[in-house]
């Protein structure tokens, strides 16, 4: 069973460089598809970041640019760095973690039915 929490949201200025960070049980990194979801008050989950075993990563288009996904496998650590912060992008973030790579480049970025998921950190921007 995997475990993921987040951490390092909070409420920032316009503009502001946040750091997210996704602790995982175990090493996955090798074997998992991870990746950053967001949340905003009534709007649906979307796919923010992904990143499979290789490192290679995908961006959707409403951060890409601002936002750089990465991961140290010694430290079982995912992280989004952002960058650049509009309040638009005030949600709850969320890590997640699949074994099937493909969901990362769907026609969205996102996971499948058997997928693990973090509690979320929320982000503020004002």
């Known amino acids: 069973h995997v475990q993921l929490v987040e951490s390092g949201g909070g409420s920032v200025q316009a503009g502001g460089s946040p750091k997210l960070a996704c602790v995982a049980s175990?090493?996955?990194?090798?074997?998992?598809?991870m990746a950053w979801f967001r949340q905003a008050p009534g709007k649906e989950r979307e796919g923010v970041a992904g990143i499979v075993s290789d490192g290679r990563t995908r961006y959707a288009d409403a951060v890409k640019g601002r936002v750089t996904i990465s991961k140290d496998n010694a430290k079982n650590t995912l992280y989004l760095q952002m960058n650049s912060l509009k309040p638009e992008d005030t949600a709850m973030y969320y890590c997640?973690?699949?074994?099937?790579?493909?969901?990362?480049?769907?026609?969205?970025?996102?996971?499948?039915?058997?997928?693990?998921w973090g509690r979320g950190t929320q982000v503020t921007v004002s």
């Open positions: 175990g090493d996955i990194f090798t074997r998992y598809y």
């Open positions: 997640a973690a699949d074994r099937t790579e493909d969901y990362c480049y769907g026609p969205v970025i996102g996971v499948g039915p058997s997928s693990y």
